[in-house]
């Protein structure tokens, strides 16, 4: 039985209407419109072998050319909702709207039409690291609903050696102001400076600053604190801080999947680089060749 596609490339620009380069750009996280606009002006950008302009629409079939490398647009048929990682610096708040004027963590996002990114989850002011975002309301319920027990990962940076007794503490179990809680995995890792030691933990709830509080339980301070996965979306090593990037069709699925969700399709247009959209229409082909 041959594995089914998520995702699908579809020829003709009469397909769908162009969209504005910033746009493509940024839904594919090369930069924020703000960044792209002057790097268009300073010239750094191409399309179709000529320099770019601003108020450039693209459609499906034209290239574009930045940093050295080219990259296409595809009109595509995309099953699942849209979602995004990103990758949060310490310092933004996670709120649309911050009465002290403090940057947010939807700042840079995409924005929707008719649509509202939700935030999947949320990470204090000092915390970094990897964040979810979805169009798909009941999607983020689900991955935020303690039933499910999705796992949290995160690397902390504490002050001090702390002794195994006190590790063995914190996965048995500590009683917090909101009831009992614990680690579901503790490691301790190699490397720190002076008295700083880093370990990695994992949670499967997503209380309030619940992985500071257990420490604070045992009596240590966390100097660092950064998520690097939620459930099975690792934040990697690519994407920068500040930045995000849309989730792909078998990433989004897999996380429908975990959640007992459907499929739902849309159609879009995406830039993708031009070796891996050749790569994607060779397997389109072999999918569809009969036997």
Same mark, same amino acid.
């Given at each position: 039985m041959k594995r089914r596609n998520t995702l699908s490339l579809k020829r003709g620009t009469d397909l769908m209407a162009p969209e504005r380069l910033q746009k493509l750009l940024s839904k594919a996280g090369l930069g924020s419109r703000?960044?792209?606009?002057?790097?268009?002006?300073?010239?750094?950008?191409?399309? &179709?072998?000529?320099?770019?302009?601003?108020?450039?629409?693209?459609?499906?079939?034209?290239?574009? %050319?930045?940093?050295g490398r080219e990259f296409v647009v595809r009109a595509v048929t995309h099953e699942g909702p849209r979602v995004l990682a990103y990758? %949060?610096?310490?310092? =933004?708040?996670?709120?649309?709207?911050?009465?002290? *004027?403090?940057?947010?963590?939807? &700042?840079?996002?995409?924005?929707?039409? *008719?649509?509202?990114?939700?935030?999947?989850?949320?990470? &204090?002011?000092?915390?970094?690291?990897l964040?979810?975002?979805?169009t798909d309301g009941e999607l983020a319920n689900r991955l935020m609903h303690p039933?499910?027990?999705?796992?949290? =990962?995160?690397?902390?940076?504490?002050?001090?050696?702390?002794e195994d007794s006190l590790l063995r503490q914190l996965e048995a179990g500590v009683q917090l102001d909101d009831g009992p809680a614990h680690f579901d995995e503790i490691e301790a890792l190699e490397g720190g400076? *002076?008295?700083?030691?880093?370990?990695?933990?994992?949670?499967? =709830? *997503?209380?309030q600053r619940e992985v500071r509080r257990l420490w604070e339980a045992v009596g240590v301070e966390?100097?660092?604190l950064k998520r690097v996965r939620y459930?099975?979306?690792?934040?990697? %090593?690519?994407? %920068?801080?500040g930045w995000y990037r849309e989730l792909e069709?078998?990433?989004?699925?897999?996380?429908?999947e975990s959640v007992d969700m459907p499929m739902t399709t849309r159609n879009e247009l995406r830039i993708m680089p031009v070796e891996a959209a050749r790569k994607f229409e060779r397997g389109q082909r072999r999918d569809k060749r009969p036997g």
């Open positions: 703000r960044m792209i606009e002057e790097r268009v002006l300073r010239g750094e950008i191409e399309v &179709d072998g000529r320099p770019a302009a601003i108020g450039d629409a693209l459609g499906d079939g034209q290239t574009v %050319k930045l940093d990758n %949060k610096p310490e310092g =933004e708040v996670t709120t649309t709207v911050d009465p002290e *004027g403090r940057p947010t963590v939807f &700042d840079k996002l995409p924005r929707l039409k *008719g649509l509202r990114w939700i935030v999947v989850g949320r990470l &204090d002011l000092n915390t970094a690291g964040l979810l975002f979805t039933s499910r027990e999705i796992e949290r =990962e995160y690397l902390c940076r504490v002050h001090g050696e702390v400076e *002076g008295t700083n030691r880093w370990y990695r933990v994992v949670i499967r =709830e *997503g209380r966390v100097s660092r459930g099975a979306l690792e934040l990697g %090593k690519e994407l %920068k801080r069709a078998q990433e989004i699925a897999a996380l429908l």
